[in-house]
């Protein structure tokens, strides 16, 4: 590990989940490997107790917590409800993680610390609501893959910090395909865009991120 990883401070983070959780168990696949060095998952948190994301997370020693949208009157209150339960846990650093809720106000109260995982290579069917693989194998393209962002102040892909291709294979189907792209792209990027934002190399100007050396 280089010095100055050494000595610079840990962020503080917390996952958004829901699901199996195959996102953040890689992410904590890094961290055991220690790919993640000034990094530390405080928290992860999902609207559903039964997510076997929450297991994956106490399995991991991960304080996990339940923010029940049920409990509340609207979309708006429970982002509230989860943008305070962050900043109660000093949290710098949001990672959605297959968290599938509107995000609401938390955008406002952690611009530029959100970070995300986008099934194809951005701007490329932004327009699709479903299905992304499905699309791309309908659509015939040659190449797709993922793309880590920044959420913008509506929760949606901001400022691009990293894209990786993954070639379309002739006999893919929309699983096979899925499985690939989180595979070789969507894991290993999350966790490089993770690991770029704690060595302070983030740069944003604008709508662009700027990836330091």
């Given at each position: 590990m280089p010095p100055e990883a050494i000595n610079r401070r840990k962020v503080?983070?917390?996952?958004?989940?829901?699901?199996?959780?195959?996102?953040?168990?890689?992410?904590?696949?890094?961290m055991y490997f220690k790919e993640l060095p000034n990094f530390e998952m405080a928290a992860v948190i999902s609207p559903d107790k039964s997510a076997y994301a929450m297991t994956r997370a106490l399995n991991a020693g991960v304080p996990a917590y339940v923010v029940d949208p049920e409990l509340f009157p609207t979309?708006?209150?429970?982002?509230?409800?989860?943008?305070?339960?962050l900043r109660d846990m000093d949290i710098e650093l949001v990672i959605l993680a297959g968290y599938d809720l509107a995000?609401?106000?938390?955008?406002?109260?952690?611009?530029?610390?959100?970070?995300?995982?986008?099934?194809?290579l951005y701007p490329?069917?932004?327009?699709?609501?479903?299905?992304?693989?499905?699309?791309?194998l309908e659509r015939g393209v040659k190449l797709t893959g993922a793309t880590a962002y920044f959420a913008d102040s509506d929760g949606r892909v901001g400022g691009i910090i990293l894209?990786?291709?993954?070639e379309v294979l002739p006999d893919d189907d929309p699983e096979s395909l899925r499985r690939r792209v989180m595979e070789e792209a969507e894991w290993?990027?999350?966790?490089?865009?993770?690991?770029?934002?704690?060595?302070?190399?983030?740069?944003?100007?604008g709508k662009r991120v700027i990836v330091e050396p």
């Open positions: 503080r983070a917390a996952a958004l989940v829901a699901g199996d959780g195959q996102m953040l168990q890689a992410i904590l696949d890094s979309m708006t209150s429970h982002s509230m409800a989860v943008a305070n339960k995000l609401g106000v938390i955008p406002y109260q952690f611009k530029n610390a959100i970070l995300g995982i986008y099934p194809a490329a069917f932004e327009e699709v609501a479903g299905d992304i693989q499905r699309a791309v894209q990786k291709a993954v290993k990027l999350l966790s490089q865009a993770i690991a770029l934002y704690c060595a302070g190399k983030l740069k944003i100007h």
